[in-house]
């Protein structure tokens, strides 16, 4: 979802407002509506919970059930049943803030004829998985065969244009290409509800306060300025659309006309497409000519308090890349371990931080980075995963989280997701009791935590 940033479990929980209008909208409203708008972007976000390393986003590839979401972005579950019979009057609210904006009465209301809220969508924010797939499950789907097949095609098809964008925004064409085949596996999977009549399901029913809302209205705007035609506006069941799944607020920001037709057709051009995500990764960070990152070996007897510094500082520890090659001359990394110290390791720069931006999760970013590598002939992972491992449920998530959270570790609300600051707790407990500070959520570890409270 290109939007993400973090689409980017349930990352937000807006207030619900009611009789929204524009201008009429707190501070605090408009706030949490920009806020997230940072954050949402590509559709896979919104469709699917895959079993991922952080346990709290989601990405592009179906793997297990859609889960109410994280452009960084998982949602909160509506607060209480939407009112299905007054549509009518909500549509009727809404054109005096459309045509704020801009959107002409024969555009919004040929944008919305036949429109009805759909209970698919609202049970959908509803779903919930408790259990999740192992990492390496997640990326073998994201790396398939298929999908490998697929993105070779595409990208031999595509070769000029990846080039071009390439130079024109500095964005690693591998990481394109990535993201392109995560999100919608090549433009073949773009999703199949009509973008205006989700997003206007979800706005009806206060879902995330404000946000949707204000998502609707920006659809409306893209369909008055013609970008595209409301049979083809099509996208997730959270309004995310394109070949690269960008909500309306992303696409108005950074979607792109590279083929100077006067249109940004994520949809149907894949010039367009390639050149808006390329951009999108451009304005949230990407450092031209610095990897993402590759995997590594690390030496016998690591020590894991040295989890940052320099590829030179790192290449004097004895951390060795997988592939054989030399570190990078300059650049600053850190330590990366997705199923904990018994897995696979990998260096991380700041570009992968990147990749999050577009969908806030560890497990999305690596699939993104190892399909694009694979695509353009790399190895994929050669270290061997404990498969062995069962991973945590929701519950023995939360209940992590809980007893860090009662030994004084700061690991915010308790909501079963293992982010950033989850983990840090992880790894300060393990440094205070001597154990191998991966910042891994085990069973082994929930064990540890149960005896001790």
């Not at 459309?98 to 969508?121: E, H, M, N, Q, Y």
């Not at 879902?207 to 204000?214: A, K």
């Not at 991380?348 to 990749?355: M, P, R």
Request: glycine share 10%; charged share 20%; aromatic share 10%.
């Amino acid at each position: 979802m290109a939007a993400s940033r973090q689409h980017p479990g349930r990352w937000y929980s807006g207030k619900r407002h009611s009789g929204f209008h524009a201008g009429a909208a707190s501070a605090r409203s408009a706030l949490a509506v920009l806020a997230a708008s940072a954050l949402l972007a590509s559709c896979s976000s919104f469709n699917y919970w895959p079993g991922t390393v952080d346990n709290g986003t989601t990405a592009s590839i179906p793997a297990s059930s859609p889960r109410p979401a994280s452009p960084a972005m998982a949602y909160a579950q509506a607060s209480s049943e939407p009112d299905m019979t007054n549509f009518s009057a909500f549509i009727r609210d809404l054109w005096p803030e459309a045509a704020a904006r801009g959107v002409s009465r024969r555009t919004f209301d040929a944008a919305l004829a036949g429109v009805a809220p759909d209970p698919k969508i609202i049970a959908l924010t509803k779903k919930q998985s408790e259990f999740v797939k192992p990492v390496w499950e997640y990326l073998a789907s994201a790396t398939s065969a298929q999908r490998l097949e697929r993105g070779r095609e595409q990208t031999t098809k595509w070769r000029d244009t990846f080039a071009t964008v390439e130079s024109r925004f500095g964005v690693d064409r591998k990481v394109i290409a990535g993201v392109w085949g995560m999100e919608t596996n090549f433009g073949s999977t773009m999703g199949n509800y009509y973008v205006v009549e989700a997003l206007a399901t979800l706005a009806h029913a206060q879902y995330r306060g404000p946000f949707f809302r204000n998502e609707l209205v920006t659809a409306l705007t893209i369909l008055e300025e013609g970008h595209t035609t409301r049979d083809k506006m099509i996208g997730s069941w959270a309004g995310a659309m394109g070949q690269t799944q960008f909500m309306p607020t992303s696409f108005t920001r950074y979607a792109v006309d590279f083929t100077g037709d006067g249109r940004r057709d994520i949809w149907s051009s894949v010039p367009d497409a390639l050149a808006s995500t390329g951009n999108y990764l451009k304005e949230h960070g990407w450092v031209a000519g610095l990897p993402w990152g590759f995997e590594v070996k690390l030496p016998t007897g690591y020590d894991y308090r040295h989890r940052n510094g320099t590829f030179a500082s790192f290449a004097a520890t004895g951390v060795r890349r997988m592939d054989g090659r030399t570190m990078p001359a300059a650049g600053e990394a850190r330590i990366f371990l997705p199923a904990g110290a018994r897995g696979p390791a990998f260096l991380v720069t700041k570009n992968f931080d990147v990749i999050k931006r577009y969908n806030n999760s560890d497990a999305y970013a690596l699939g993104v980075a190892l399909l694009g590598d694979m695509i353009h002939g790399g190895a994929g992972v050669q270290a061997a995963w404990p498969l062995d491992e069962k991973p945590l449920s929701r519950d023995e998530r939360e209940d992590l989280q809980r007893y860090l959270a009662n030994l004084g570790f700061s690991v915010g609300e308790p909501d079963g997701r293992i982010g950033s600051q989850t983990r840090a707790a992880i790894t300060a407990y393990q440094e205070r009791k001597g154990l191998i500070p991966d910042g891994h959520p085990s069973q082994t570890l929930l064990t540890h935590l149960r005896r001790e409270l």
